[in-house]
């Protein structure tokens, strides 16, 4: 069957055709691809095309796809069954690996999804503190849980639905909202909810309503905030953690949040998610302490063997960042000489291997300049792509994930598609 063929079935299967909102191109218009394989730097559809691949499974695949050793891993892990429910050597020697890359984990608890990450920690965060109420950000994007989805990013942004429909008042009235990069609003916040806020929960890079850095100060400020009005601080890091650098945007910026969330990027495209802090925060959750959260395949033995494969491998090799950092580089600077050229003023966003060119001339350090972007140019210009074997994420509101698989020559590629399409959309 070819994507099409698939996607008629599925829309009548699942909902709307697939298994996360974004998957569906609702915001680029036309039908999803169908991936039936993945190798290095590249994506092949049901329909036989070869794509350089700029998600990267929205973030994890930092070594490409398929990675020999964390294909080893999991084949050598597989022969001793799938799940025991039941403490394993492999959890403690993961635990130890973050403890010691991720410079604020002190004690470390896996899950199975970045969403399970974010909703356990403030658990923990309301526990600890006996405080109720928690503080994000406009535009991030924090999983799935009932009280992040109030003026949310990635997939809520993209469909249009920020706050979902669903979620109790009671629930949403303890979410508090502030403009990412406001300290002034978080501090207003602050005072108005004295002694209240459990929480203030950022990416510390937003990857999700497209890349969006953190001014200088912003997060220090917040560190400083949270520490004078007595606030757990959380960074939640799916999307940074390993791969800003080793110990996360935590390393890169030099600031220690009292709480960690990672996901994906630790399972190597497992199904695996983990936070983890200060040890005396972390020693409330069950059953050291009395926060409650389990997880029956929480620890998953497959999982573990690819994320200690991964980890390892990110650990031992410090010159993937210095390569990820290169290629970033390389590509970014390719872009913005294409738009000096074609003389467009559009924003391009960057960090080592996180990006996204805005189709808005606004600088973009938050979700009002992010909104501000034309949505039905980016479409086009993501079809652009795609027909040239690019495969960008189906959204404007997203970041791009590179891999050290990209060589050089893909990268001039790469530059030479985004040229040709942007040539071809503009008109
Ligand atoms: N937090 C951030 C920053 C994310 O980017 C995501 C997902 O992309 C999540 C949490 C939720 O993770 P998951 O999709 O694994 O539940």
Request: glycine letters at 10%; charged letters at 20%; aromatic letters at 8%.
């Amino acid at each position: 069957m070819t994507s099409e063929q698939l996607f008629e079935k599925a829309k009548t299967l699942i909902p709307g055709g697939v298994n996360s909102p974004v998957r569906a191109f609702r915001s680029v218009g036309g039908n999803p691809l169908f991936i039936k394989s993945a190798k290095g730097p590249y994506l092949y559809d049901e329909d036989g095309r070869e794509y350089i691949e700029l998600i990267n499974s929205w973030g994890p695949m930092i070594l490409g796809h398929a990675f020999e050793p964390v294909e080893k891993a999991v084949a050598d892990a597989i022969q001793h069954s799938f799940s025991f429910g039941a403490p394993t050597r492999k959890e403690v020697e993961m635990a130890e690996l973050i403890v010691s890359m991720v410079p604020s984990v002190e004690m470390v608890r896996m899950v199975n999804s970045g969403t399970e990450a974010t909703m356990a920690a403030i658990r923990v965060a309301r526990g600890f503190t006996g405080r109720d109420k928690l503080i994000k950000f406009e535009g991030c994007y924090h999983g799935h849980g009932d009280s992040f989805l109030i003026a949310a990013g990635s997939g809520a942004m993209t469909m249009g639905i920020p706050d979902s429909p669903g979620v109790t008042k009671a629930t949403a009235a303890d979410t508090l909202t502030a403009p990412y990069n406001d300290l002034a609003a978080v501090e207003e916040l602050l005072l108005n909810n004295h002694n209240q806020v459990a929480a203030v929960i950022l990416e510390p890079v937003v990857g999700n309503m497209g890349c969006v850095l953190p001014e200088p100060g912003f997060l220090e400020g917040i560190r400083s905030l949270c520490d004078q009005h007595g606030v757990v601080l959380i960074f939640d890091e799916v999307m940074t953690g390993f791969r800003l650098a080793k110990g996360g945007a935590q390393e890169r910026f030099g600031i220690t949040p009292d709480l960690t969330t990672m996901g994906k990027i630790i399972g190597g495209g497992m199904p695996v998610g983990a936070y983890g802090g200060r040890a005396d925060i972390m020693r409330m959750v069950a059953p050291a302490g009395p926060v409650y959260q389990a997880g029956t395949l929480s620890g998953n033995p497959i999982a573990m063997s690819a994320g200690l494969a991964m980890l390892h491998h990110l650990n031992d090799h410090p010159e993937v960042y210095t390569r990820l950092d290169a290629i970033g580089d390389k590509l970014t600077a390719g872009f913005r000489q294409t738009l000096e050229k074609l003389g467009l003023a559009y924003t391009i966003n960057h960090i080592s291997s996180m990006f996204t060119l805005f189709m808005t001339e606004r600088p973009v350090i938050d979700f009002a300049g992010a909104k501000s972007c034309d949505t039905a140019l980016f479409g086009r210009y993501f079809h652009a792509m795609l027909d040239r074997g690019v495969y960008l994420a189906p959204s404007q509101f997203e970041s791009l994930f590179l891999s050290v698989a990209l060589t050089d020559d893909l990268v001039d590629r790469i530059i030479q598609a985004n040229d040709e399409s942007l040539r071809d959309v503009i008109g």
